[in-house]
């Protein structure tokens, strides 16, 4: 799985920057077609403290506004409702994506 903002950083920078309030995040978006709709999460981004996570939504907030609204009923029911999570800065997945990495960081450690 591909995290886009980590690449470069080792393990230790990670846990570090998540200690500092730094965030995975994943963002939703909707595209409509009359009759039919759907609704996705972007792939995961790291945020580090002190960055925008709403910037970075700003991509996922554009794809709704143009294509999410036009499908009925569900278009949007869901384009609102990814307005909502992109303005609030994204879905946090921060506990998820630490959670999986917790063997590679205890791999880590025991070589120490």
């Given at each position: 799985m591909a995290i886009r903002g980590t690449e470069?950083?080792?393990?230790?920078?990670?846990?570090?920057?998540?200690?500092?309030?730094?965030?995975?995040?994943v963002y939703q978006y909707c595209v409509s077609l009359l009759v039919v709709s759907f609704r996705r999460g972007s792939g995961v981004y790291f945020v580090r403290s002190g960055e925008s996570r709403v910037q970075r939504a700003?991509?996922?907030?554009?794809?709704?506004?143009?294509?999410g609204w036009w499908g009925i009923p569900w278009g949007p029911?869901?384009?609102?409702?990814?307005?909502?999570?992109?303005?609030?800065?994204?879905?946090?997945?921060?506990?998820?994506i630490m959670a999986r990495m917790q063997p590679a960081n205890k791999a880590i450690g025991a070589r120490a």
């Open positions: 470069g950083l080792s393990p230790e920078q990670i846990n570090f920057e998540v200690q500092r309030g730094g965030k995975f995040v700003l991509p996922w907030i554009a794809i709704t506004c143009l294509a029911i869901w384009s609102i409702q990814s307005l909502i999570t992109n303005f609030g800065g994204g879905k946090d997945v921060t506990a998820e």
